[in-house]
């Protein structure tokens, strides 16, 4: 089993920069895939952004691409999402979440077991 806790949110200006950490714990993170998913008010729950266990192979919704990057710590159980040239519309709450597999592609789906409790990103205009 794994917990996950993310920081980093809070509120920033449109064009502004932001980077999410969510910190791993209780197993062995190393063979976990992890994602990037983010909720708005109204809205449904998206994939935002996905790397697998080595951090060799990412993936990105088409809404984020070339402004947002994941990448992984392996020694620091730690995932990010560097996220530039925020908009409003990236306005969520931001979850982390963790599945036990060791594959070669970025896992871009909702099946994941473990969820951190998330973090408010805010984009004003």
């Known amino acids: 089993q794994v917990q996950l806790v993310e920081s980093g949110g809070g509120l920033v200006q449109a064009g502004g920069s932001l980077r999410l950490s969510c910190a791993a714990s209780?197993?062995?993170?190393?063979?976990?895939?992890m994602g990037w998913f983010r909720r708005a008010p109204g809205k449904e729950r998206e994939v935002v952004a996905a790397?697998?266990?080595?951090?060799?192979?990412?993936a990105y919704a088409d809404s984020v691409k070339g402004r947002f990057t994941i990448s992984r710590d392996n020694a620091k159980n730690t995932v990010y999402l560097q996220m530039n040239s925020l908009k409003p519309d990236d306005t969520a709450v931001y979850y982390c979440?963790?599945?036990?597999?060791?594959?070669?592609?970025?896992?871009?789906?909702?099946?994941?077991?473990?969820w951190g409790r998330g973090a408010q990103v805010t984009v004003s205009s």
């Open positions: 209780g197993s062995i993170f190393s063979s976990y895939a």
């Open positions: 790397i697998n266990w080595s951090g060799g192979n990412s």
């Open positions: 979440a963790a599945q036990l597999l060791r594959a070669p592609a970025a896992k871009m789906d909702f099946r994941y077991d473990y």
